[in-house]
């Protein structure tokens, strides 16, 4: 009997999948693949997909008014069902194609990898509370709370629009600073409120009777609102109110000036990466870093790089990550280096040995080789990773090895 042969694992697929289900399958993640351009299918999805959230957004506008129900209420209803239909059935098309967006996690985790991720709560929120009241009648008044929740089909925009991206990284880059604004400008209010309530609670006990009741009068004058329901009305509480109010208008230009900067960043950074591409025809090479790397643990504006390279992305467990200055790499990511090509006319004889089962480097570390003071390892390439090549990396069959010769 002749003994079958073990396939080889396809990243994505699932287990005893044939080859013709698993083609099916990675065509439709390629066509509901957000940003997929490589075809016409993916390209028309996504031109279909945002007509259709459009659609919907006008549609549930106009729901609220009644002169537009009573004329054309049917129509508005029909229209909301199907594109609301078309959202559950994306919902499902995501969930079976799941494991090709993680590939490098098993399917079950892949798909319980989006089901609790941000884009797949909004594409589940999109279209829930919608069929909620069909399984529930019983419960249909408290589930009308819930269709506020389709304003989430707004994030579903969002994933079109790389200027709308732009704000979600501005807010991840400058979260720190901004939850201590955020923290001070709390403590200041609750200082005020209780400054206020030491000095009107003799005048007007029924409006600040307690030392948290000032908490809105607090928030609207650090926040420059005014609304002017509750106010001082004692000589000292003006003159605190007033001192209050000064000190408002600049802690709360706080978060405003840490969100203004990282915008300036942000394009900054955009337009220096559209410079060099449109300047030069950039040069991209993969590194993919080792457990001895000492790279790991370190973030991105620690590594001492030139100016001419910059890292356009990162790598991770099948994800593609925004290289920001403060993201911290680890073992087995994959750094995608950009840089100007090399064109000042020099001769550079690089040279390129792959490593045979007879090699006499097979099984040696790079500082145990006998080569020559004007020989360097430039890099070494193993199982289509290219690794940075150090003294006590030790080398194996089938890596291919790139030497550069002085003179």
Not at 108 to 113: E, F, M, Q, R, V
Not at 129 to 138: A, D, M, R, T
Not at 282 to 304: C, H, S, Y
Not at 356 to 384: A, C, P, Y
Request: overall charge neutral; some cysteine; aromatic content about 12%.
């Amino acid at each position: 009997m002749k003994k079958k042969k073990n396939k080889h694992h396809i990243p994505g697929a699932w287990k005893n999948e044939s080859e013709k289900m698993i083609k099916v399958r990675k065509a439709l993640f390629h066509a509901v693949d957000v940003g997929y351009t490589e075809d016409i299918q993916g390209r028309a999805y996504d031109f279909l997909n945002l007509i259709v959230i459009l659609i919907n957004l006008v549609v549930t506008v106009m729901m609220t008014f009644k002169e537009m129900m009573a004329a054309y209420g049917g129509i508005l209803q029909t229209i909301e069902a199907v594109t609301v239909f078309f959202f559950a059935l994306d919902y499902l098309l995501r969930l079976y194609t799941s494991s090709f967006l993680f590939p490098a996690k098993k399917p079950w985790s892949a798909l319980w990898h989006y089901i609790i991720s941000f884009n797949g709560i909004v594409d589940l929120l999109s279209f829930l509370p919608y069929y909620l009241p069909f399984f529930f009648p019983s419960g249909a008044v408290a589930f009308r709370m819930f269709r506020v929740m389709r304003i989430f089909r707004l994030f579903r925009i969002n994933a079109y629009y790389d200027s709308l991206n732009v704000i979600t990284e501005v807010l991840k880059s400058k979260a720190k600073q901004l939850i201590s604004s955020v923290f001070i400008l709390l403590l200041l209010m609750l200082a005020a409120s209780l400054c206020m309530y030491s000095v009107e609670n003799p005048a007007q006990p029924e409006v600040f009777d307690n030392a948290l009741s000032g908490i809105w009068w607090a928030s609207a004058t650090l926040m420059t609102v005014g609304y002017g329901d509750i106010y001082p009305i004692t000589a000292t509480g003006k003159i605190l109110g007033t001192i209050i109010t000064f000190l408002g208008v600049g802690v709360a230009a706080i978060p405003t000036g840490i969100i203004s900067a990282g915008f300036v960043e942000q394009y900054s950074r955009l337009q220096q990466v559209g410079n060099l591409v449109s300047g030069t025809s950039m040069q991209f090479i993969r590194v993919a870093l080792d457990p001895n790397d000492n790279w790991i643990g370190k973030t991105i504006k620690e590594l001492d790089l030139p100016d001419e390279v910059i890292i356009t992305a990162v790598t991770r467990n099948g994800e593609v990550i925004i290289p920001r200055g403060d993201l911290e790499l680890e073992e087995e990511d994959v750094l995608v280096f950009g840089a100007e090509p090399f064109t000042d006319g020099m001769n550079i004889a690089l040279k390129e040995i792959k490593l045979t089962s007879d090699h006499d480097w097979k099984n040696k570390m790079i500082k145990e080789l006998d080569i020559s003071r004007q020989t360097f390892i430039v890099s070494v390439k193993r199982k289509g990773k290219t690794m940075i090549p150090n003294g006590s990396l030790k080398l194996a069959e089938g890596d291919v090895i790139i030497l550069y010769s002085k003179g």
